[in-house]
């Protein structure tokens, strides 16, 4: 294969096992929590709130930024069959454990020190998850809309077969800045499985946790999707936004997007098991040859932006091409060693996480768990229920 016609998968369906036409064991089946990472204002929330009242599941409903805890606990409480554990994540808040190693100085530098708390939000879930003894949950962000309640009962089912099962978000597209990009100058691009509608079995042996980089979500269910174990149930919609109104979002996004993909070109590569894999994707060769791949990809999406300007909206183009060559500097910089050692990083991390996670403590109330957690601020609420509360709690033991 020649340099210039290498590209990035256009679509990486090969590694969904298809869930759509499989039924739950049960009508009744759905997950014990529906955790949703919430930083939109509590109004954004509605949605997700009535459709756990619906299906007559708890809510955990971890808030910063503009979403507010005294507001989401008063739309909670005037959702009828609603009933929620809302909690407030502090800024640069990490659970109670040694850092880790993907989290290293150097890898934020080259993710343009992106300042994100979804991944620390959704370790939470899985760490609250477990001190709870809780089986399945469900996480669910706060721009999902169309959610079918048949659909979560579904994906809960898939569960009991499967460790992790998601959904595909189309309407809107839910992807990263360069492949919104060669979506809309003509190129070929689809959608994969994402953490924004993701079922997950909290007594999976092999449970991975959320790194803090771009498509976290796909390195949590990356062996899952080695193994072609990874369900596909449905379709989803989330809120629409510019992908091009800030080139920065391109910058913050690079880093995680160059080693997803590449990732998952190692998995797709051939028949061998996931650990096979891994040996080729902790190799700097892998990622010499895979930085060519990206910044093909990005040179080609240029071209062709340049030769559909015209059919563009007013200043589309200004910034499509202003993004993409924020992504194509970035990927320009980003070093194969470095890459490398993420992947090893990203490993160590995870063999670290589970030894911890399966010594947690189960059966756990709500104040307890969260004490362990150190997160004082919370409010469990409901419609009709009393409503208990945690403030300026003294921080309790290190859960590893």
């Not at 049960?26 to 756990?52: C, G």
């Amino acid at each position: 294969m020649s340099r210039r016609s290498r590209h990035i998968q256009s679509s990486h369906a090969g590694l969904l096992c298809d869930g759509s036409a499989a039924l739950p064991a049960s009508a009744n089946a759905a997950p014990d929590a529906i955790v949703v990472p919430a930083a939109r204002p509590a109004s954004e929330l509605q949605t997700v709130i009535s459709l756990a009242a619906r299906l007559d599941v708890p809510l955990v409903i971890l808030c910063s930024r503009q979403a507010q805890i005294e507001q989401v606990v008063r739309r909670v409480k005037k959702t009828f069959g609603a009933q929620a554990l809302v909690i407030d994540v502090p800024e640069n808040y990490r659970p109670p454990c040694a850092p880790p190693l993907t989290s290293a100085e150097r890898f934020q530098e080259a993710s343009a020190n992106r300042t994100s708390d979804l991944s620390a939000k959704r370790n939470i879930g899985l760490l609250l998850g477990r001190l709870r003894g809780w089986h399945k949950i469900m996480f669910i962000d706060d721009d999902i809309r169309a959610l079918k309640s048949w659909d979560v009962r579904r994906l809960a089912g898939q569960l009991d077969r499967h460790p992790v099962a998601s959904m595909v978000s189309r309407q809107f597209p839910d992807n990263s800045v360069v492949c919104h990009a060669r979506r809309r100058v003509g190129f070929r691009q689809d959608v994969f499985v994402s953490g924004a509608t993701l079922g997950v079995n909290l007594r999976a042996p092999d449970l991975s946790f959320f790194a803090d980089v771009y498509n976290e979500d796909w390195f949590f269910f990356a062996r899952h999707a080695a193994e072609r174990a990874l369900p596909k149930i449905g379709e989803v919609s989330q809120l629409q936004y510019d992908p091009f109104a800030d080139p920065l979002r391109a910058a913050r996004e690079e880093f995680g997007d160059l080693l997803a993909e590449g990732l998952y070109a190692a998995l797709e590569s051939g028949p061998q098991g996931f650990d096979d894999h891994l040996v080729t994707a902790m190799s700097a060769g892998h990622w010499k040859e895979y930085k060519d791949v990206r910044l093909d990809t990005i040179e080609q999406t240029i071209t062709r932006l340049e030769q559909v300007e015209h059919r563009l909206l007013h200043d589309e183009y200004d910034r499509m091409r202003t993004s993409l060559l924020t992504a194509q500097n970035v990927a320009a910089g980003i070093s194969p060693d470095l890459c490398a050692d993420f992947i090893d990083s990203w490993q160590q991390d995870e063999k670290r996480w589970q030894k911890m996670y399966h010594h947690l403590p189960t059966g756990l109330n709500d104040r307890d768990a969260l004490a362990e957690l150190q997160l004082p601020n919370w409010i469990s609420c409901g419609y009709g229920l009393p409503t208990e509360s945690q403030a300026d709690l003294a921080p309790a033991g290190a859960v590893c």
